[in-house]
């Protein structure tokens, strides 16, 4: 099995090729591909190649799908036998992102997205209603 780990916004990432991650936002548009040239472990079939900190030539490619919004998270702060308390809500920005490429030590690719990206047609679908009598 191949995989590497890679490094982004302050976070550690486990991915293959085919993977969709969910990262801190990116200041890029959606369909741009993207390099992560942070990698901090590569292992292919018959080798392992452990960077310090990062393995020299190795990156990964990617491209961002969508920007989002994670779910909510309810942030609650009581101080006891006070009478206080605070409730905030907050939604994360994040990127989207499908691997598309690893490349390993000196840039040999290691693995590669088996499938294309089949981008969704925005059709208008007409729904009928039927009226109860």
Known sequence: MTFAV?????????????DTLRIEKLNKKPGEKLEFKDVLLTVDKD?????SPIVEGAKVEAELLKQERNNKIIVFKKRRRQNSRRRRGHRQDVSIVKILKIYGKNGKLLSESSKKIVEESKETKTTVKKKIK
Do not use: E, H, L, R
């Open 6 to 18: 890679i490094k982004t916004g302050g976070k550690q990432y486990k991915v293959t090729a085919d």
């Open 47 to 51: 080798a392992t190649d452990i960077g």
